[in-house]
C-alpha cells in the first residue's frame, strides 16, 4: 500500500470538445460514465490515501450526474484534507451538485470560464454564455463557496487587447479568491491547430506578451498577488495542490490518462473510458527530480531554495543572474519580473 498526500481524479467527460482543448475527455454516455466511478473506486482501493490536497480534474468533472458524483465523493478518504478543488464547467454547475461538494467537505471550485465576452466564447467552442457563467458563480456562493477560482484565456484568435481588458475587468468585479490566466497554446489534434496548419490563425507573441503585462498590472492592482506565472490569488489562497506538482512532491493519479509521480517512479494511466491500466513505470533519478524541481519551481515568484541548485548549475545560474532573470534573495533563487516573462528560457536551463 502506498501512502499519498497529493490526489488527482482524472474525470474524463465533456459535454463538448473544445477547440482548443487536448486533455484526454470523452463525450460519455451513463453507462459509460457509470463504469468509469466503478473503475475509478477499484483503482483507488488499491492505496492507503491521506490525502492533503485533492483535485478533481478533466474534462468536466462536475459533469458527472450526482447520483454518480456521491459514489465517488464517499469513498474519498477526507479526513485531513485541506484543500479540495473540483473543477466545473459553468454550463454543468447546479444548485444540488453544489451543495453535494459541501457535503462531502470540497472546499475550493475551479471555474473553466476562459472568457466573459460571448464572442470569445463562441470562438473557444464553450458550450456556456457570459450570463450563464455569472449566474453559476453566484450559485456556489449561495452554497457557501469561500474560495473559487477563474480560470481565463488570453492570445485567442480575434481578440484584441480591449476584449482581454474587459474580461478581467468583469473577472476582477465578481471577487474570486484565485484567478489563472493563460495564453492560448496551439495544441495537436484540436481544431484551433487544424486552424493554425491551414493558415487561418496565426498567433501574434508581441500581443499575447503585451496582454500578458495588462493582466499582471490589473491584477495586481485589484490586490491578487502573482505567485506563479499564470497563477493571481488574494493571500492565502494560493492553490496548495498545484504547489505541491511544482515544488516536485509525490502525487497520485486516478482516472484514464492520469500520471503518478512517487518516489522514483513515474507512470500513466493508459487513455481509455473502461479497463484503464497503469503503464510501464519509469524509474527517475535523483538528479532528474532534482532538474524538474529546479525548473518548474522558477515558475514561482518564491523560486527554490539555494541547497537544490547550487554546485548543480552555478554556471547557468550565472548567466541567467546576468541577464537579469534571475535573483538571489536571501537563500531562494527567484525570478525577476523579467524572468517570469521569460520563464519557458529559464525553466530551459536547468532542464
Given at each position: 500500500?502506498?501512502?499519498?498526500e497529493?490526489?488527482?481524479?482524472?474525470v474524463?467527460?465533456?459535454a463538448?470538445?473544445?477547440?482548443?482543448c487536448?486533455?484526454?475527455?470523452e463525450?460519455?454516455?451513463?453507462?459509460?460514465?457509470?463504469?468509469?466511478?466503478?473503475g475509478?473506486l477499484a483503482e483507488?482501493s488499491?492505496?492507503?490515501?491521506q490525502?492533503r490536497?485533492?483535485?478533481?480534474?478533466?474534462?468536466?468533472?462536475s459533469?458527472?450526474?450526482a447520483?454518480?458524483?456521491?459514489r465517488?465523493?464517499e469513498?474519498?478518504?477526507?479526513?485531513?484534507?485541506e484543500e479540495?478543488?473540483?473543477?466545473?464547467?459553468p454550463?454543468?454547475v447546479?444548485t444540488?451538485?453544489?451543495?453535494?461538494f459541501?457535503?462531502f467537505?470540497?472546499?475550493?471550485i475551479?471555474?473553466?470560464?476562459?472568457?466573459?465576452?460571448?464572442?470569445?466564447?463562441?470562438?473557444?467552442?464553450?458550450?456556456?454564455?457570459?450570463d450563464?457563467?455569472?449566474?453559476?458563480?453566484e450559485?456556489?456562493r449561495?452554497?457557501?463557496?469561500e474560495n473559487?477560482?477563474l480560470d481565463?484565456?488570453?492570445?485567442?484568435?480575434g481578440q484584441?487587447?480591449?476584449?482581454?481588458?474587459?474580461?478581467l475587468?468583469?473577472?476582477?468585479?465578481?471577487?474570486?479568491?484565485?484567478?489563472?490566466?493563460?495564453?492560448?497554446i496551439?495544441e495537436?489534434?484540436?481544431?484551433?491547430?487544424?486552424?493554425?496548419?491551414?493558415?487561418?490563425?496565426k498567433?501574434?507573441?508581441?500581443?499575447?506578451?503585451?496582454?500578458?503585462?495588462?493582466?499582471i498590472e490589473?491584477?495586481s492592482?485589484?490586490?491578487?498577488?502573482?505567485?506563479e506565472?499564470?497563477?493571481f490569488a488574494?493571500?492565502?489562497?494560493e492553490?496548495a495542490?498545484n504547489i505541491?506538482y511544482?515544488?516536485?512532491?509525490?502525487?497520485l493519479?486516478?482516472?484514464?490518462?492520469?500520471c503518478?509521480?512517487i518516489g522514483?517512479?513515474?507512470w500513466?494511466?493508459?487513455a481509455?473510458?473502461?479497463?484503464w491500466?497503469?503503464?510501464?513505470?519509469?524509474?527517475i533519478?535523483?538528479?532528474?527530480r532534482?532538474?524538474?524541481r529546479?525548473a518548474?519551481?522558477?515558475?514561482?515568484?518564491?523560486?527554490v531554495?539555494?541547497?537544490l541548485?547550487?554546485?548543480?548549475?552555478?554556471?547557468?545560474?550565472?548567466e541567467?543572474?546576468?541577464?537579469?532573470?534571475?535573483?538571489?534573495?536571501?537563500d531562494?533563487?527567484?525570478?525577476?519580473?523579467?524572468?517570469?516573462?521569460?520563464?519557458?528560457?529559464?525553466?530551459?536551463?536547468f532542464?
Open positions: 500500500m502506498t501512502k499519498v497529493h490526489l488527482y481524479v482524472h474524463p467527460f465533456c463538448a470538445k473544445c477547440n482548443y487536448a486533455f484526454y475527455s463525450a460519455g454516455s451513463a453507462e459509460q460514465m457509470g463504469a468509469y466511478v466503478d475509478a483507488l488499491r492505496y492507503e490515501l490525502p490536497t485533492i483535485f478533481f480534474g478533466g474534462g468536466t468533472p459533469l458527472l450526474p447520483t454518480l458524483m456521491r465517488l465523493l469513498k474519498i478518504p477526507a479526513g485531513d484534507v479540495w478543488t473540483i473543477e466545473c464547467n454550463a454543468t447546479s444540488e451538485k453544489a451543495k453535494l459541501r457535503e467537505g470540497v472546499n475550493r475551479s471555474m473553466g470560464v476562459q472568457a466573459l465576452d460571448d464572442a470569445m466564447l463562441e470562438v473557444l467552442g464553450r458550450v456556456h454564455s457570459e450563464s457563467a455569472v449566474r453559476s458563480y450559485k456556489l449561495a452554497a457557501g463557496f473559487i477560482n481565463l484565456m488570453f492570445g485567442l484568435p484584441t487587447m480591449a476584449h482581454w481588458q474587459e474580461t475587468r468583469r473577472a476582477i468585479a465578481l471577487q474570486p479568491e484565485h484567478l489563472s490566466t493563460y495564453c492560448l496551439l495537436e489534434d484540436t481544431e484551433f491547430w487544424r486552424l493554425f496548419q491551414s493558415g487561418r490563425i498567433p501574434d507573441a508581441e500581443q499575447e506578451l503585451a496582454m500578458y503585462e495588462a493582466g490589473m491584477l492592482a485589484a490586490g491578487y498577488r502573482q505567485y506565472i499564470s497563477n488574494k493571500p492565502g489562497r492553490c495542490h505541491a511544482w515544488e516536485g512532491k509525490d502525487y493519479g486516478i482516472g484514464p490518462s492520469a503518478s509521480t522514483d517512479r513515474r500513466q494511466n493508459s481509455e473510458l473502461t479497463g491500466k497503469p503503464g510501464r513505470a519509469e524509474v533519478s535523483q538528479e532528474l532534482a532538474s524538474e529546479a518548474f519551481g522558477m515558475r514561482m515568484n518564491a523560486g531554495p539555494g541547497e541548485v547550487r554546485g548543480r548549475w552555478d554556471q547557468e545560474i550565472a541567467l543572474l546576468s541577464a537579469e532573470l534571475v535573483q538571489w534573495r536571501g531562494r533563487l527567484q525570478p525577476t519580473r523579467r524572468g517570469i516573462l521569460f520563464a519557458d528560457e529559464v525553466a530551459a536551463e532542464l
